[in-house]
């Protein structure tokens, strides 16, 4: 009866660490990964271009242009999302906008421009 027991323990302790370890898995998945491609920002009217490659597939990324981006151009494998706020934050004025893989996108005249993105993976 004891060793009997004692199996359906261990039975159940490499069923436990089996789904830890799937869940770790799962939750890494995306760890360190990065873009495939390009990510183009431009100011309006403006010549200088920010380019963003290997960017990582986690987190939010702030657009680096001192008044934000007006124009982006996703060269990329992957769709993302542009935020008229600096840290991918969403407000009644300013929704995230979605942006495919190899399209582009422009701000209307007069709109707040875009200030940070996040990847959708």
Known sequence: MFEHGGAR???AGVITGAALLLTATATACSAGKTTVGTLAFRAHDSPIEVTY????VQ???????PHGAAHVENHSLVDVVVYRTPKCQ???EADGIYIPV???NVTAPGSLPWRSFSVIH
């Open 53 to 56: 490659s290997n960017t990582p």
């Open 102 to 104: 190899s399209t582009s």
């Open 59 to 65: 987190g939010c990324h702030e657009i680096r242009l």
């Open 90 to 92: 969403k407000t009644e």
């Open 9 to 11: 323990l261990r039975h």
